[in-house]
């Protein structure tokens, strides 16, 4: 029962450290999500932060600028079971969720020459929340994950038409988890729920370094050539689990369980994960009145081969799982059109490659290749700017048989997926 136990607790902590790009937020600043992120060549507002660093060299002008904002996102996903488990015609949707990651920029000039920016920004985020009695509750019940980025950067303007940028990138995780444990009644010979395993870490010692470079090039005739690197980042958990008791009308079973689930201490664990480093590239020409940009990126998820799992109090459990994962790409391309020296509109529409091997999708994540198109508006009265911006966002439905033998997790079905997203950010010029 106790290697039962401890073997739940590794496979609920898994598959949740285990995200794809349906856990990668790409949503900073409400213009440039606006154009689908296609913004590495364009990099004109502080949310250059995050797209292009380099950009911020050419905002010297402007003087000092503070952005903030964010992002609203409710996403939407149902399961349709398949053969042998949970069957044909099974079907389970997502509760209702909301998200908010925000997003602040601060940029100054520093001379002629140099700016400073510095970031608060969450490039990875989001869970899912399916109902308690839904077939793959055992899998999880809830899962909640974010990275938070605090991002100092140095923008340099070598000449008139080229500025490079370097900083810092400072990640802070958190993880909060929640699924059932099964057992089968050895009176009734059914599968009850006996206990449910809350698995959480506190933050503050889950962090990591990493590092970015970046520039921008001004090629003449309206057009910009933009290159923006961010490095991997391996961030060191230490979480904790905590058991709770169903009772299950069995005095007997419950005693028995009750006499070997540790629901009186907390389980320490440990695990290291390398977030995937990326690379984005893009070409933007701009007009009197009209920007056109385009943008390809690439996510370095290949180096997510296994996950490795060291439990301090059992450590006869201690394993390495495979995950698999490949490097996935990314395409976008934004529009802007100036309407008047006040009002900008955007457009864009944007295609994002899923890493996950269909073998390891459950309802911790189902993920697919995504398809977004976009829209916003931008007002500017003086020294201030209003920005907002709508995304739809489209999933590939998947089958976790996409792969030979189905989903190793035995829960077999496939995912259809979708989300709104509405953001607004402000930005402030001293």
Same mark, same amino acid.
């Given at each position: 029962?106790?290697?039962?136990?401890?073997?739940?607790?590794? +496979?609920?902590?898994?598959?949740?450290?285990?995200?794809?790009?349906?856990?990668?937020?790409?949503?900073?600043?409400?213009?440039?999500?606006?154009?689908?992120?296609?913004?590495?060549?364009?990099?004109?507002?502080?949310?250059?932060?995050?797209?292009?660093?380099?950009? +911020?060299?050419?905002?010297?002008?402007?003087?000092?600028?503070?952005?903030?904002?964010?992002?609203?996102?409710?996403?939407?996903?149902?399961?349709?079971?398949?053969?042998?488990?949970?069957?044909?015609?099974?079907?389970?949707?997502?509760?209702?969720?909301?998200?908010?990651?925000?997003?602040?920029?601060?940029?100054?000039?520093?001379?002629?020459?140099?700016?400073?920016?510095? !970031?608060?920004?969450?490039?990875?985020?989001?869970?899912?929340?399916?109902?308690?009695?839904?077939?793959?509750?055992?899998?999880?019940?809830?899962?909640?994950?974010?990275?938070?980025?605090?991002?100092?950067?140095?923008?340099?303007?070598?000449?008139?038409?080229?500025?490079?940028?370097?900083?810092?990138?400072?990640?802070?995780?958190?993880? /909060?988890?929640?699924?059932?444990?099964?057992?089968?009644?050895?009176?009734?010979?059914?599968?009850?729920?006996?206990?449910?395993?809350?698995?959480?870490?506190?933050?503050? =010692?889950?962090?990591?370094?990493?590092?970015?470079?970046?520039?921008? !090039?001004?090629?003449?005739?309206?057009?910009?050539?933009?290159?923006?690197?961010?490095?991997?980042?391996?961030?060191?958990?230490?979480?904790?689990?905590?058991?709770?008791?169903?009772?299950?009308?069995?005095?007997?079973?419950?005693?028995?369980?009750?006499?070997?689930?540790?629901?009186?201490?907390?389980?320490?664990?440990?695990?290291?994960?390398?977030?995937? /480093?990326?690379?984005?590239?893009?070409?933007?020409?701009?007009?009197?009145?009209?920007?056109?940009?385009?943008?390809?990126?690439?996510?370095?998820?290949?180096?997510?081969?296994?996950?490795?799992?060291?439990?301090?109090?059992?450590?006869?459990?201690?394993?390495?799982?495979?995950?698999?994962?490949?490097?996935?790409?990314?395409?976008?391309?934004?529009?802007?059109?100036?309407?008047?020296?006040?009002?900008?509109?955007?457009? =864009?529409?944007?295609?994002?490659?899923?890493?996950?091997?269909?073998?390891?999708?459950?309802? +911790?994540?189902?993920?697919? /290749?995504?398809?977004?198109?976009?829209?916003? +508006?931008?007002?500017?009265?003086?020294?201030?700017?209003?920005?907002?911006?709508?995304?739809?966002?489209?999933?590939?439905?998947?089958?976790?048989?996409?792969?030979?033998?189905?989903?190793?997790?035995?829960?077999?079905?496939?995912?259809?997926?979708?989300?709104?997203?509405?953001?607004?950010?402000?930005?402030?010029?001293?």
């Amino acid at each position: 029962m106790r290697k039962l136990l401890a073997t739940a607790a590794v +496979l609920l902590v898994v598959p949740s450290l285990s995200f794809g790009s349906g856990f990668a937020l790409f949503e900073t600043g409400a213009r440039s999500f606006a154009m689908a992120g296609a913004f590495v060549a364009v990099a004109d507002d502080p949310s250059a932060m995050f797209w292009n660093p380099a950009g +911020l060299a050419f905002q010297n002008e402007k003087g000092t600028q503070v952005m903030m904002g964010a992002i609203l996102i409710a996403p939407a996903q149902t399961f349709y079971g398949e053969d042998p488990y949970p069957g044909e015609g099974y079907t389970a949707e997502q509760e209702d969720q909301i998200f908010f990651p925000p997003h602040f920029q601060f940029v100054t000039p520093l001379g002629e020459r140099t700016t400073f920016g510095f !970031a608060v920004q969450i490039p990875f985020g989001l869970g899912t929340y399916w109902a308690d009695d839904h077939a793959g509750r055992f899998i999880s019940k809830r899962v909640d994950l974010y990275a938070y980025d605090l991002t100092p950067n140095l923008a340099f303007k070598l000449n008139e038409n080229l500025a490079l940028g370097i900083g810092a990138d400072y990640r802070i995780s958190t993880i /909060d988890l929640t699924r059932n444990i099964p057992l089968i009644d050895p009176f009734s010979q059914q599968v009850v729920d006996v206990a449910q395993i809350h698995l959480y870490t506190d933050g503050a =010692g889950n962090d990591g370094w990493g590092w970015h470079a970046a520039f921008l !090039a001004k090629l003449g005739k309206g057009w910009s050539l933009g290159v923006n690197y961010r490095s991997a980042i391996t961030v060191d958990y230490k979480g904790y689990a905590d058991f709770y008791q169903f009772g299950t009308g069995n005095p007997e079973l419950d005693q028995i369980v009750a006499g070997t689930i540790p629901f009186d201490e907390t389980i320490e664990g440990s695990t290291q994960i390398e977030f995937p /480093d990326f690379w984005i590239a893009g070409l933007a020409w701009t007009g009197e009145r009209v920007i056109i940009s385009a943008e390809w990126g690439r996510m370095g998820w290949s180096s997510f081969q296994e996950l490795p799992l060291t439990f301090d109090d059992y450590p006869e459990f201690d394993e390495s799982i495979p995950e698999l994962y490949e490097d996935a790409d990314q395409y976008r391309l934004g529009f802007e059109y100036r309407a008047s020296r006040s009002v900008s509109l955007q457009l =864009g529409t944007l295609f994002d490659e899923t890493p996950q091997p269909p073998s390891s999708m459950t309802p +911790l994540l189902g993920d697919g /290749d995504r398809t977004s198109v976009t829209c916003g +508006l931008s007002w500017i009265k003086g020294g201030f700017r209003l920005d907002l911006g709508y995304e739809y966002l489209m999933m590939d439905e998947r089958s976790t048989w996409d792969s030979e033998g189905g989903s190793l997790s035995g829960y077999n079905g496939h995912y259809e997926s979708s989300a709104n997203l509405a953001g607004a950010s402000m930005t402030f010029t001293f």
